[in-house]
Each structure stands twice: as C-alpha cells, then as structure tokens.
C-alpha cells in the first residue's frame, strides 16, 4: 500500500522561506510519479509542482516557477518542495500525492504566509 505523509508547513513572512518534506513508503521513484498539491480556501486543488517516475524530469506551476523547487532523496524515500519568496497568494493546504495505477493522497500541510 502506497503511503504518504507530508511535513514542513508552518507560518511565514512574504518572502521567507519554506520546505515541505514528502516521506514515502509503499514504492518506489521509479515505479510512481509524486507531485504537490495545494488548495486555498474556498478554491480547487490546484498541481504545483510534479516529478515524473524515474525523476527524469520536474514540471512547475507558472505561478511558482522560479521560486519552487521539487526534489527527491532516494535515499531517504522522501520527496521535497523547497519554497522561496513566499507570496501571501501561496498560502493553502499542500498536499503530495502518488500516481501508479491510482492516485494516493497524504494529508495535508499548511503553509500560511504573512504579508
């Protein structure tokens, strides 16, 4: 069973910085995509950022390109979103979610920026 637990949200100042961390369980980078999502009140879930199976390749948000970045550590089974000069705008709940065969869902993390 594929597992995710996302951490790392917490309250910051626009422009601060932030690190979301993915721990994965269940499988493996090659066999799955792992991407981040995020949901604002009162709006749909929106992708933020994806990092195909195998990583061979990261695809970003226009709105978070630049100041985003997806990474793994296969080591560690764990993916990450480092986040840099936060907006007010990027405050939501950040999901990460598993594509193989079906979408797997950690619960979410919030980040809340200040402005």
């Known amino acids: 069973e594929v597992q995710l637990q996302a951490s790392g949200g917490g309250l910051v100042q626009a422009g601060g910085s932030l690190r979301l961390s993915c721990a994965v369980s269940g499988t493996t980078f090659e066999d799955a995509a792992i991407g981040w999502f995020r949901q604002a009140p009162g709006k749909e879930r929106e992708g933020v950022s994806k990092i195909s199976s195998s990583a061979r390749s990261t695809s970003y948000a226009d709105s978070v390109k630049g100041r985003f970045t997806i990474s793994i550590d296969n080591a560690k089974n764990t993916v990450y979103l480092q986040m840099n000069s936060l907006k007010p705008e990027d405050t939501a709940v950040y999901y990460c979610?598993?594509?193989?065969?079906?979408?797997?869902w950690g619960q979410g993390t919030q980040v809340t920026v200040s402005s």
């Open positions: 979610n598993a594509r193989r065969n079906g979408d797997y």
